[in-house]
């Protein structure tokens, strides 16, 4: 199931935090059926990795919010 990025905005920190775990252990889970002749859908792992890369998008722009601004 793909998450749109306002699905991922939506999501608190331990959820995101959570989702992003998961995530992680699908692309592993992917990669070793993609080297053992077994995944069915190879499109699933660039799915899995575009979603990752949303959901460390979406945690970098929440952590650069909550940092105080340095002045020049």
């Known amino acids: 199931m793909a998450r749109t990025p306002a699905d991922?905005?939506?999501l608190?920190?331990?959820e995101?935090?959570?989702t992003m775990d998961e995530c992680q252990r699908e692309a592993l889970n992917l990669?070793?059926?993609q080297q053992t002749g077994?995944?069915?859908n190879t499109a699933r792992?660039?799915?899995v990795r575009r979603e990752f890369a949303?959901?460390?998008t979406e945690q970098m722009a929440r952590a650069k919010q909550t940092q105080p601004q340095q002045a020049d």
């Open 8 to 10: 991922i905005r939506a």
């Open 54 to 56: 949303r959901m460390k």
């Open 12 to 14: 608190t920190d331990d």
């Open 38 to 40: 077994q995944i069915e």
């Open 31 to 33: 990669r070793l059926q």
């Open 45 to 47: 792992i660039r799915v």
């Open 16 to 18: 995101l935090d959570r």
